[in-house]
């Protein structure tokens, strides 16, 4: 049962309550590309399959020794290359809370390759928004501090949506684990601290 949804021009969140019997019990939130970018990705991928057919059809239709081999085995490695690129774009990214157990990260591919972590609720110290900023962009991200490790560990991977997206996950995490949800940290705070 949907019992929020937040949209803009890239993005869609979708929160996700469980049924009357297991409500507190899951808690999901899912972060999805609009379908826009998956058809521009899908097209990305014909036009792979494209160039490698032609690669081929050139390389046997002009024979060996034509200088215009180069051009199809071009064609052929940019295709392989545009294949297998193709692959990696993700079609969303999940955050599914179990209060008793952990959180389960999960990212689903356009390939249809489902990549899962599962973290223990014992390990979380601290759900945190991070605050990144580069010579080009700003963006912010929700982070999670664990027991025993170095480095915060990224909730959202491969996916950059905005705060307006990210506060509700980072809400509910901070309600399961009982952090205070008042502090957000920018990345200087925690290269200074760190």
């Not at 601290?126 to 170095?150: D, H, I, N």
Request: aromatic letters at 10%; proline letters at 5%.
């Amino acid at each position: 049962m949907v019992s929020l949804s937040l949209s803009n021009k890239r993005y869609t969140y979708v929160h996700e309550s469980a049924s009357e019997p297991l409500r507190g019990a899951i808690d999901i939130h899912h972060v999805i590309i609009k379908g826009s970018r998956e058809n521009g990705h899908a097209r990305l991928r014909g036009l792979g399959f494209f160039l490698v057919i032609l690669a081929i059809s050139m390389y046997f239709w002009l024979g060996k020794d034509n200088p215009v081999t180069t051009l199809s085995w071009s064609c052929l490695f940019i295709g392989f290359f545009v294949m297998l690129r193709s692959r990696k774009f993700v079609k969303k990214e999940s955050v599914i809370i179990m209060p008793t157990l952990g959180i389960q990260l999960e990212t689903q591919y356009l390939s249809g390759k489902t990549v899962s972590r599962f973290i223990p609720i014992g390990k979380i110290l601290k759900p945190v928004l991070v605050e990144c900023v580069t010579p080009v962009t700003c963006y912010w991200s929700l982070s999670l501090f664990l027991r025993g490790e170095e480095q915060l560990t990224l909730v959202f991977k491969e996916l950059r949506p905005p705060l307006k997206m990210l506060v509700p996950i980072w809400k509910a995490l901070c309600t399961v684990l009982g952090t205070d949800q008042s502090e957000m940290i920018t990345e200087e705070d925690h290269a200074v601290s760190g």
